[in-house]
């Protein structure tokens, strides 16, 4: 359900951001993301990377048929007719890029869940390992 | 220039991101679609229709209307080449597109167009009037830029080099017009023909490089303008630079040949019984191309032509009771002086034996990732200079040129204002203020007027002014004066039945001026012969055919003196087969046979011979005679003393040269490849950028430079236009590109395919909205108010 809920954000986020920031914005949606869910390890990075990766190869899908996928092949024409790069270049950019970003985002989600944890252990500890005085008075 | 797209990984993510990368850029058009836009400026409700070649077709309820849309369809359409075409012409370029464009901004800036530009935007203010009215157009550019500035449907180009484009203003409208003019009336030959003399001694100097053509006949053969012979200019005495050959002098020079056809027919020789008005401007051919088709609707105006963008108004067209068109006159009008710096810093310069500070007005050139460069521009008395020299031994050259001098008056609404004409009257007023290039404007009427004139400012020259370089050590070196206007040349409906240019010379010698320049030579010739020999009255279809002609009066000409003296000389096969294949040749430049190449290829050879005595100095920049007087020599003089060929003992004659040359074509060429004309003279329409995906190249059209069709390298007809003007007008028109700018949109490039076959589209004139509101690709209202 967890997953269910990254994949709807990032996709809600990146949109909404795309009316404020340019392409980069989909750093800091994966970064929310991943965030507010708490996505660990792998599912940190693949799940939005792949979500927004996938939700770009449609959007230039529509967008190309929409002409009669005459704007990929002129679009191809400015890479010397090798149209994977017009295809591909940004889904890859925007798969590493949010890849990365979700990564980071899990590391820091995680690292400062450690230090909660660290800190609340280092107490417990701290109570526990405190010598139990008794009644004795000391003198 | 060549502009590397190639940018590195994030760029191209920003590039081809789906949200505001280039995949946004597709046509922003559905077909049948209807958009209202809210927007500030327009004073009424603005309907523009845009047909299936994505023509707008502007219906407004005024003039100030029609003119903020005119600006806003044209930026849609072209605001990335309105900007670039604007940077090339003040050397801006580097500054958005990086270190490959600095050679072109150096060039350029020593040409001191932006200095010219805003001489013409001063003069513009004495005119408020004008600016006013006219201020809607830019309003209409602007409106544009804000809507696409900073985000998704900002122009493919911009998105390319990652730059936003900045509000227009008159500076950048002004900066178009003057790289018209550099296109057109750039001449400095001065270099050349200054060294063509020294070499080549007065005598035979002055046999090779006649001004006139005695078979041409000129634009204006009979002159009904008033006749003007007051303040006839004298001579200065020691005015010429002889100070030796002027070396390694780089100027780009102009080649011969390619120039724009325009013509009229008289009711008598129509078919119809209407007159008809053909023009094909030849320029540069581009992606996008320079010009923008439209028709504009108003209660006062019903024109359809073609603009260029970043100038209000429609420049070729016509309205329901008038055509123009017009043909770069030519005359020259830049010419060079020598001058005599008195310090080693060349701030300070001799003029009439007193040390004269040069105006210095420093340049810095922004570029892009790279360090600004800084200069400083000289302007002397007469003007920036053009050439600086590395030493002592070739002089510095200051350039006098129309285009850098303030005009007498606005030009801003000359075209838009001669929409609304009637008559020829009206037009020539409208048209009378027009400053530089000057032009042959062609015009026909429906009441059955024709007439050509010329238009623009002509200085008053003394005899050979202007022909070689000037010595700049007085002021009395220089022209100040121009040719009152009424007096400008001009013949309406002349007996002849027909009024045409073809770049030739404009005047006849009962001209009372000296009129020097670059002069077309057959083009003119055979439009001429065309319409005075046609067997029957002509109509729209023959004017498609006379501006298709591929025939060449320079090949007439000269291919059978050239043929008669091999044709009895025992050849190789080879060469037997390249005779044969000359034999047999009808001199029409057709794309797909060899006998044009050979032929062009034989004459190359023979220039570089004939003229041997030209060449010697490798460091003397030159300039060979004109075709037409190689033709006439071979035709009268073929045993005249040039055709010596100096580094022989044995005194050759044309009938030598012609078998050497033609022996060294044939052992040149490999009988592997093939020779058809198409590919010895490709023609091309590169985009501007140069980017190869956007380009079209090796065209098959036929033509050649001596042509009607005049096709070479990267020039051609930019706008083949023909008017018939009937009660109701028709016409048809081609340009060889498409109305959009955009090169990922289908209508960046779908006309050039018809373009080459030679067919038209038929033009309306139809000012039914009705017709409009029911078949349209897209439409477009624009209403006053916030977006």
């Known amino acids: 359900m967890n997953r269910i809920i990254a994949i709807l954000l990032v996709i809600v986020f990146h949109l909404g951001l795309n009316y404020f920031l340019p392409w980069w914005n989909i750093a800091i949606a994966t970064a929310l993301t991943v965030w507010i869910t708490r996505l660990k390890g792998f599912g940190a990075w693949f799940i939005p990377a792949f979500s927004l990766s996938f939700l770009w190869g449609v959007w230039i899908l529509i967008l190309d048929q929409k002409t009669g996928f005459l704007i990929s092949q002129r679009v191809a024409a400015l890479f010397e007719g090798k149209g994977f790069v017009a295809i591909f270049i940004p889904i890859i950019g925007c798969f590493i890029m949010s890849a990365i970003s979700g990564y980071t985002a899990y590391l820091l989600a995680s690292s400062f869940t450690k230090k909660d944890e660290a800190e609340s252990l280092s107490s417990d500890h701290y109570e526990m390992t405190q010598p139990d005085l008794g009644n004795k008075e000391i003198t | 220039m060549r502009i590397n797209p190639k940018v590195k990984i994030p760029g191209m993510v920003r590039l081809l991101s789906p949200y505001s990368g280039l995949w946004q850029n597709s046509d922003p058009f559905t077909s049948g679609e209807s958009k209202e836009i809210q927007i500030q400026g327009p004073q009424g409700s603005i309907r523009i229709y845009y047909d299936d070649r994505m023509v707008p077709h502007i219906f407004a309820d005024n003039d100030h209307d029609a003119l903020f849309a005119q600006g806003y369809v044209e930026a849609n359409a072209r605001l990335w080449q309105m900007d670039f075409m604007s940077r090339v012409a003040s050397g801006k370029l580097s500054e958005v597109l990086g270190i490959n464009t600095l050679k072109s901004d150096i060039m350029m800036r020593k040409y001191a167009l932006e200095y010219g530009a805003n001489a013409m935007v001063e003069k513009w203010k004495e005119f408020p009037d004008i600016v006013e009215k006219t201020s809607s157009y830019l309003d209409g550019i602007n409106a544009y830029i804000q809507k696409v500035k900073n985000n998704k449907d900002l122009p493919v180009e911009f998105k390319l080099a990652n730059y936003q484009p900045k509000d227009w203003t008159q500076i950048q ?18 270099v050349a023909m200054s060294n063509n003399k020294a070499i080549l001694g007065e005598e035979l100097f002055y046999e090779l490089y006649r001004d006139r053509d005695p078979k041409q006949v000129p634009v204006i053969p009979e002159n009904n303008s008033k006749p003007f012979k007051q303040n006839q200019r004298k001579k200065p005495i020691d005015v010429e630079y002889k100070n030796g050959l002027l070396k390694n002098i780089q100027l780009r020079a102009i080649d011969e040949g390619i120039g724009s056809n325009n013509w009229a027919i008289s009711s008598s020789k129509s078919k119809t019984g209407y007159p008809i008005l053909a023009n094909d401007p030849h320029l540069q051919l581009s992606l996008p191309s320079i010009w923008y088709e439209l028709h504009i609707v108003t209660p006062n105006i019903n024109a359809h032509g073609v603009s260029v963008p970043g100038i209000p108004g429609i420049i070729i067209g016509f309205n329901e009771d008038i055509a123009w068109g017009s043909t770069n006159v030519g005359q020259d009008v830049l010419d060079l002086y020598s001058i005599d710096w008195t310090n080693p810093e060349k701030t300070e310069y001799l003029l009439d034996g007193v040390k004269t500070k040069a105006q210095i007005i420093p340049q810095i050139i922004k570029v892009k990732n790279g360090n600004d460069i800084t200069y400083d521009q000289k302007i002397t008395a007469f003007g920036p200079i053009l050439y600086e020299s590395p030493d002592s ?29 009637d008559n020829y009257d009206c037009f020539k007023k409208q048209t009378d203020h027009f400053f530089a290039p000057a032009q042959n404007l062609v015009f026909a009427d429906r009441d059955g007027d024709i007439g050509i004139r010329v238009t623009g400012n002509l200085p008053i020259k003394y005899e050979e002014e202007g022909k070689f370089v000037k010595n700049g050590n007085s002021i009395s070196n220089k022209w100040s004066e121009y040719i009152p206007r009424e007096s400008n040349p001009e013949t309406l409906n002349p007996s002849r039945g027909y009024v045409s240019s073809a770049n030739q010379i404009s005047v006849g010698e009962d001209f009372p001026h000296y009129f020097n320049g670059r002069f077309g030579s057959y083009r003119g010739r055979r439009i001429n012969d065309l319409l005075n020999n046609a067997l029957t009255k002509m109509d729209h279809e023959d004017m498609f055919a006379f501006q298709q002609d591929a025939y060449s009066i320079k090949a007439e000409e000269l291919l059978p003196v050239l043929l008669s003296y091999i044709s009895d000389k025992e050849l190789s096969d080879k060469a037997s087969q390249v005779r044969d294949s000359l034999l047999s040749w009808d001199y029409n430049y057709i794309a797909d046979l060899s006998a044009p190449s050979f032929f062009e290829a034989w004459v190359k050879e023979l220039n570089q011979i004939a003229w041997d005595e030209l060449y010697e100095d490798k460091d003397a920049p030159v300039e060979k005679p004109k075709n037409w007087i190689l033709n006439s020599l071979a035709e009268n003089h073929p045993n005249h003393k040039i055709f010596d060929i100096k580094s022989t003992k044995k005194k050759e004659s044309l009938e030598d040269l012609s078998l050497q040359s033609f022996l060294s074509m044939v052992s040149k060429l490999d009988f592997n490849k093939e020779y058809e004309w198409r590919k010895y003279n490709p023609v091309n329409i590169n985009n501007l950028l140069n980017i190869p995906g956007y380009s079209d190249t090796n065209i098959k059209i036929n033509g050649c430079s001596d042509a009607l069709n005049a096709t070479r390298g990267n020039f051609g007809p930019s706008w083949r236009m023909v008017v018939e003007l009937g009660p109701t007008p028709k016409a048809w028109g081609v340009y060889p590109g498409g109305q959009s700018g955009n090169p990922l949109s289908k209508y960046y490039d779908n006309m050039i395919d018809k373009w080459a076959r030679g067919e038209y589209y038929e033009i309306s004139l139809n000012s039914n909205e009705a017709y409009y509101e029911k078949d349209h690709l897209h439409k477009e209202t624009l209403k006053p108010g916030d977006e």
């Open chain 2, 173 to 190: 409208s002004a900066l178009i017009s003057k790289y018209m003019a550099f296109t057109l009336c750039k001449n400095h030959s001065d």
């Open chain 2, 393 to 421: 031994l070739t002089p510095d050259l200051a350039a006098q040129w129309i285009a850098l001098l303030t005009p007498q008056h606005s030009e801003l609404d000359i075209f838009f204002e001669a929409m609304k004409c």
